[in-house]
């Protein structure tokens, strides 16, 4: 991938490489995720604006662009061929790629790597949670996603990042990082590094689970974040899931958790004051119920049981890859502030210790 922002008449240029008919009014970026180059481009066809949605994949993160198209297609058929040519399926839509001129999923490009989808119209997405009824629309929005691809054969799917969901993982790196400290920041965030520490042990829980078929392994969202929901501008109803880079073979409490971690919290990811940080026990519980309502009995016993513990385990998890990230000298994430990585983390390890304060009253029976 190309560092720099693409110019003007390079991005027209890429966006006319897509099957689109009409004439190109304009391209606009838009701010989204931590990881892709997104932009918003208009048409007018027929005397009407049509809009698409490009991205500019980031192949320093995502080494296997194929496969994570691959993936997408694999997931969006499973779904398209349930909706057997209705345009919604259960109330939900889903996100339709349009190929290039050569009639591929993406372009390859001097400027970078590109997919682009039809825009959804109509369509919100939110960073910080409106209240308890959007919280559980989220979640049954997520829930209902993952029971759909319960019956996706898991083996047509490939790992597009190695171990991603592996706390252990995480841990390594983040221990990786602070060995190396290539920048000298460790000296600076020794608090933050000694409560990582401390909690070292929870990491192993679930891999062990996994490991004894405790759990099952299911195929996840990933990214459950509640931006990546599109909710519906006229009903406030969950619509569409978008962004399926991670959906890969998982852990079902993954995407719970990471819904609590984003969705519940009382302040923004990378809030520099720690006193607005924290989970909010209301929009916590509406998310377990939308879960559970989402997913509809697809859950055992003991992952119902895990659900309070996954969404500490998730939320520590992320807070060790910000917190190794920030260490590394930012190589992954997007920064956009000196110590952004750092903050991100700090919020992260915020909510665990809130969300361990709050365990009783998180506690989950199954039902
Ligand atoms: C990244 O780019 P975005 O916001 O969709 C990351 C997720 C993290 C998230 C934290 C491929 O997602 O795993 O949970 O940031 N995606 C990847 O905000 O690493
Ligand atoms: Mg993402």
Redesign the pocket.
């Known amino acids: 991938m190309k560092d720099r922002q693409p110019k003007s008449e390079e991005l027209r240029h890429v966006v006319q490489q897509f099957a689109i008919s009409g004439e190109l009014k304009e391209v606009r970026s838009l701010q ?5 180059d997104t932009f918003v481009s208009t048409w007018s066809e027929r005397g009407r604006d049509v809009r698409f949605l490009h991205q500019r994949m ?1 192949d320093k ?2 080494h296997d662009i194929p496969a994570v198209m691959h993936n997408i297609e694999t997931v969006s058929k499973h779904l398209r061929k349930k909706m057997a040519g209705n345009r919604t399926l259960d109330g939900f839509r889903v996100l339709d790629l349009v190929n290039t001129n050569e009639d591929r999923s993406y372009l390859v490009g001097d400027a970078g790597q590109w997919r682009t989808y039809w825009f959804i119209e109509n369509t919100t997405t939110f960073d910080q949670c409106s209240g308890t009824k959007q919280a559980f629309e989220a979640a049954r929005a997520f829930g209902w996603f993952q029971s759909q691809l319960a019956d996706l054969d898991a083996s047509n799917l490939r790992e597009t ?1 190695p171990k ?1 969901f592996s706390t252990p993982y995480r841990l390594q790196q983040f221990q990786d990082a602070l060995n190396e400290d290539p920048r000298n920041r460790a000296k600076d965030c020794a608090e933050d590094i000694k409560f990582a520490t401390a909690r070292s042990e929870m990491a192993f829980v679930i891999d062990r689970m996994l490991q004894s078929g405790e759990i099952p392994t299911r195929t996840v969202h ?2 459950t ?1 509640l ?2 929901v599109l909710f519906c501008d006229r009903t406030g109803r969950a619509e569409c899931i978008v ?1 399926l ?2 959906c890969m073979p998982g852990y079902s409490l993954y995407d719970f958790g ?1 819904l609590v ?2 969705t519940a919290a009382t302040s923004d ?1 990378d809030e520099r004051d720690l006193s607005k940080v924290g989970t909010d026990l209301n929009l916590y519980r509406a998310i377990v119920d939308g879960y559970l309502d989402g997913t509809n009995g697809t859950l055992s016993k003991v992952e119902v049981e895990l659900m309070p513990f996954a969404a500490r385990l ?1 939320t520590y998890t ?1 807070g060790l ?2 917190l190794a990230d920030h260490l590394a000298g930012d190589v ?3 920064v956009s502030r000196e110590n952004h990585n750092l903050d ?1 983390a700090r919020v992260q390890f915020r909510m665990v210790a809130r969300m361990e304060e709050l365990a009783d009253a998180m506690a989950v029976e199954a039902r």
Not at 32 to 36: E, L, Q, S, W
């Open positions: 989204r995720g931590h990881i892709h980031n993160v995502f990042l991603f990933g990214d974040k931006n990546n962004d880079d991670t990471d971690r984003f990811e998730v992320i890859r910000f992954y994430f997007k991100r």
